[in-house]
């Protein structure tokens, strides 16, 4: 199985920035980032393709977060800016075994593997 290690949390007041890693042992396709709060479903924030030419991220976080992945390191980033308080969550990474050209699916049900995830506390 993949094993997958999220490090880069952190809080941060309203306005900064964060930048969030996930490095993977084993094969990965698609790597996707979700976030869950208390009381709330894990939601999707943002996936990105083998070949890293598709992304998809949720309206919520369009314009101020970046998914990136280096397939070398075998690893994935969250460069997350203009961070609000309704982005503090802990956030997940995840993998599912997919083609290198797959557009990123955005269910967590979708998705077979999944790191331990890392607190982003966003402050007022």
């Known amino acids: 199985q993949v094993q997958l290690v999220e490090s880069g949390g952190g809080s941060v007041q309203a306005g900064g920035s964060l930048k969030l890693s996930c490095a993977a042992s084993g094969r990965t396709g698609t790597m996707g980032w979700f976030r869950q709060s208390p009381g709330k479903e894990r939601e999707f924030v943002s996936g990105?393709?083998?070949?890293?030419?598709?992304?998809v991220y949720a309206d919520s976080v369009k314009g101020r977060f970046t998914i990136s992945r280096d397939n070398a390191a075998n690893t994935v980033y969250l460069q997350m800016n203009s961070l609000k308080p309704e982005d503090t969550a802990v956030y997940y990474c995840?993998?599912?075994?997919?083609?290198?050209?797959?557009?990123?699916?955005?269910?967590?049900?979708?998705?077979?593997?999944w790191g331990q995830g890392t607190q982003v506390t966003v402050s007022s």
């Open positions: 995840a993998t599912r075994d997919d083609v290198y050209w797959a557009q990123p699916k955005t269910e967590p049900s979708e998705y077979a593997s």
């Open positions: 990105i393709s083998r070949n890293a030419v598709r992304t």
